[in-house]
């Protein structure tokens, strides 16, 4: 079974960083492709940002594009979110998920589309 366990979240001021960690047992994730999300109080998740299996396609929402990287080390099974300029709107529950199949840019962002998750971890952005 696959298991995906975040970590790396945190109370931040605004215009700061985080890097989000995400590890992975139970399968090499070479075989996923691996995304974020995240989720505020009283709202829908969200699509934050994905990568290909090789790393070498990433896709980024709107609101996080060219502030947030995702990354990969295949080597040490793990993904990463690094988030720079960081806003209070980006005040979430972060999760890491896995899709084992290609997509659609449009399919990319669907969440029902990712077959594993971990349990989140929290990011605060205070003003």
């Known amino acids: 079974q696959v298991q995906l366990v975040e970590s790396g979240g945190g109370l931040v001021q605004a215009g700061g960083s985080l890097r989000l960690s995400c590890a992975v047992s139970?399968?090499?994730?070479?075989?996923?492709?691996m995304g974020w999300f995240r989720q505020a109080p009283g709202k829908e998740r969200e699509f934050v940002a994905r990568?290909?299996?090789?790393?070498?396609?990433?896709y980024y929402a709107d609101s996080v594009r060219g502030r947030f990287t995702i990354s990969r080390d295949n080597n040490k099974n793990t993904v990463y979110l690094q988030m720079n300029s960081l806003k209070p709107e980006d005040t979430a529950a972060y999760y890491c998920?896995?899709?084992?199949?290609?997509?659609?840019?449009?399919?990319?962002?669907?969440?029902?589309?990712?077959?594993?998750w971990g349990q989140g971890t929290q990011v605060a952005v205070s003003s």
């Open positions: 139970g399968r090499t994730i070479s075989n996923y492709a």
């Open positions: 998920a896995a899709d084992f199949m290609t997509r659609s840019s449009t399919a990319i962002v669907a969440s029902a589309n990712y077959a594993y």
């Open positions: 990568i290909s299996l090789t790393g070498a396609s990433t």
